[in-house]
C-alpha cells in the first residue's frame, strides 16, 4: 500500500520559517516525481513545487520561488519543503503527492489541471498557519 505523510506544520509569525516533509512508502522515489501542493481557507488547491530525481529537475511557482526550497533524500524515501520568509498568504493546508514519471521528463506538466490529474498518490496534508 502506497502512502505519503506530510509532517512539519505548525503556527509561525510572518517572516519565520518552517520545513515540511513528505515521507513515502510503497513506492520509490526512483521512479515518482513529488509534487506540493497547498490549498489555502477557501481557495482551490495550487501546486507550488515539485521534484524529480535524474534529469526531470526541479519547479517553483511564482508565488514561493526564492523563499521556498525543495529537497529529497532518495535514500530515505523523503522529500522536504524548506520555508522560509513565510506569509500570511501562505497559510493554507500542505499536500504532497507522487506520480509515476520518466526521470528524463520534467517533473511536472506544463498545463496545471494535467498536472493535477496526473497524480496518482496524495497525503492526507498538514496545515500550516502564518500569523501576521
Known amino acids: 500500500e502506497v502512502q505519503l505523510v506530510e509532517s512539519g506544520g505548525g503556527l509561525v509569525q510572518a517572516g519565520g520559517s518552517l520545513s515540511l516533509s513528505c515521507a513515502a512508502s510503497?513506492?520509490?522515489?526512483?521512479?515518482?516525481?513529488i509534487g506540493w501542493f497547498r490549498q489555502p481557507p477557501g481557495k482551490e488547491r495550487e501546486g507550488i513545487s515539485c521534484?524529480?530525481?535524474?534529469?526531470?529537475?526541479?519547479y517553483y511557482s511564482d508565488l514561493v520561488k526564492g523563499r521556498f526550497t525543495i529537497s529529497s533524500d532518495n535514500a530515505k524515501n523523503v522529500v522536504y519543503l524548506q520555508m522560509n520568509s513565510l506569509k500570511p498568504e501562505d497559510t493554507a493546508v500542505y499536500y504532497c503527492?507522487?506520480?509515476?514519471?520518466?526521470?528524463?521528463?520534467?517533473?511536472?506538466?506544463?498545463?496545471?489541471?494535467?498536472?493535477?490529474?496526473?497524480?496518482?498518490?496524495w497525503g492526507k496534508g498538514t496545515l500550516v498557519t502564518v500569523s501576521s
Open positions: 503527492a507522487a506520480f509515476l514519471r520518466s526521470n528524463s521528463h520534467p517533473c511536472r506538466y506544463s498545463d496545471y489541471d494535467r498536472w493535477f490529474r496526473s497524480m496518482d498518490y
Open positions: 510503497g513506492l520509490t522515489l526512483d521512479d515518482y516525481a
Open positions: 521534484i524529480r530525481s535524474g534529469d526531470g529537475g526541479i
